[in-house]
């Protein structure tokens, strides 16, 4: 499909603990799939990316794993912090394509 | 390192009338891609210029159409503006059209229709 879905459109957790937020594509030909972070009143910033061929890689804090049998992606980002606040997309390319194609996004709220 | 810089970042139009919003890729960056982001939605693509040629375009009209100038830099253009095209439009750039370069966002051109 057009869109790469997302289970949770809203995710609360306490600072300090460990978030996970997931999303699950639908197009088996992509290749190479990202995370952002996009900010009110900013654009998408990049997170992490993967390539089809891995199903781990790590980043400052942050993990994305990709399950390929189920077409699911997942962030985990560790010891959240407030700044974490932000709605997250995960996106997908189509291999060959241009485009990135981008869910509706999760977002992400840090409680005190 | 300067990042993907766009402008203006806020634009008020009537329905009918022409805009033409601007972007400047990041530096090293050869290849622009423009996306429409509607309100509580993800971005969508409306299309790509790589060596001053559009390089892949999504499902929009072509009232929407772009440029890419030799130092890499785009356009978009949108003619005959509808209450619907009310978005925030963004740039982002790349090194290249292949898979595995990330494309990296500005923060947009928000663009209201009246």
């Known amino acids: 499909g057009e869109n790469v879905g997302l289970h949770l459109p809203t995710l609360s957790v306490q600072e300090g603990d460990n978030s996970i937020i997931n999303c699950a594509y639908s197009n088996s030909a992509s290749d190479y799939f990202i995370w952002y972070k996009q900010e009110s009143g900013k654009g998408p910033q990049f997170i992490i990316d993967i390539r089809s061929n891995m199903d781990k890689r790590q980043g400052q804090r942050v993990t994305v794993l990709l399950n390929k049998t189920v077409k699911h992606l997942s962030l985990q980002i560790a010891a959240t912090q407030p700044g974490d606040s932000a709605v997250y997309f995960c996106?997908?390319?189509?291999?060959?394509?241009?485009?990135?194609?981008f869910g509706q996004g999760t977002r992400l709220t840090i409680n005190p | 390192e300067t990042g993907v810089t766009q402008s203006p970042t806020h634009l008020i139009k009537t329905r009918g009338q022409q805009v033409t919003l601007r972007c400047s890729s990041q530096s090293g960056h050869n290849t622009v891609s423009w996306y429409q982001q509607a309100l509580g939605q993800g971005p969508q693509f409306i299309f790509q210029?790589?060596?001053?040629?559009?390089?892949g375009r999504g499902n929009f009209p072509p009232r929407f159409s772009g440029l890419q100038f030799p130092n890499y830099s785009s356009e978009l253009n949108v003619n005959a503006l509808e209450l619907d095209d009310s978005a925030l439009y963004l740039c982002?750039?790349?090194?290249?059209?292949?898979?595995?370069?990330?494309?990296?966002f500005g923060d947009g051109t928000r663009l209201s229709i009246l």
């Open positions: 982002a750039s790349s090194s290249g059209t292949g898979g595995g370069q990330p494309q990296h």
């Open positions: 996106a997908e390319k189509i291999q060959g394509a241009q485009k990135l194609v």
């Open positions: 210029y790589y060596r001053e040629e559009e390089n």
